[in-house]
């Protein structure tokens, strides 16, 4: 195995993606973290979860790592979800960069749902609304690409609008946030505007759609953040978000550009979902 041979050396994986002598073991451990999380939901001894893990995981693909990732946490602990008797599985993405890997390993499978929320053109240049899976899974694939400068406001109505009303309906047993805070205004990588208190607002959003707040039904999985700053807040806030679930969260129209792109993506998945206008 690739991942394996690299034990204890130093090198690349691919252009983005350097190892340590360390790199296998922190893999391995963030991996096995998700899916004690996923255990922990299934079993009842946890109402929510949150694993800070590196490395990330959404962009590498079912054989290779990509994009500083090296296992896809999030879809092993999909998996390890359904093999605990969690059949359907929601992941939602908002990260700043398209989860091009989590896509490709779910894009034909009606048993996971996949929503991402990314800033478009970036890396790695994939996540086009009009993907939107094959064969059995279509519509199973929620692309909502936003052009820079996307704040609270844009994000919390996709949340509001598209995201909350697809996983409503899909109804999963669990729900996995790849939860990137690199959207944050503060990052480094990225060009979105979304504030700390933004992301604690998605969560309520998200939570407030499920039955009894979700309680026992929704994880979050460290993904990208690059400003530290920035990252603790976000994820302070989330943390904040799941002790309060029941507050009311901010709501907002989105305006410019970002406007066009929301309409356009509930106008390619109401062939799928039932959406508003």
Known sequence: MQVQRIAGKSGHLDSDTFYSPFTCAAAREAAGASCQLVEALATGDAEYGVVVCRPPGHHATADSAMGFCVFNNVAIAARAAQALGMPR????????????????????????????????????????????????????NVNVPMNAGAGDVEYGEVFERIVAPIVEQFDPSLVLVSAGYDAHRRDPLGGMEVSDAGFGELTKTLLRRLPNYGAGRVGFLLEGGYDLTAL??????????????????????????????????????????ELSD
């Open 89 to 140: 599985v929601a992941v939602i993405d908002w990260d700043v960069h398209h989860g091009n890997g989590t896509e490709a390993i779910f894009y034909d499978d009606p048993s996971v749902l996949y929503i991402s929320v990314h800033e478009s053109p970036q890396y790695p240049g994939t996540g086009d609304a009009g993907d939107v899976g094959t064969l059995e899974a279509l519509g199973r």
């Open 232 to 273: 603790s807040r976000s994820v302070d806030a989330t943390l904040s978000a799941l002790a309060a679930p029941r507050a009311t969260p901010l709501t907002g129209r989105a305006s410019g550009p970002w406007r066009a792109q929301i309409d356009w993506v509930i106008q390619v998945q109401s062939s799928y979902w």
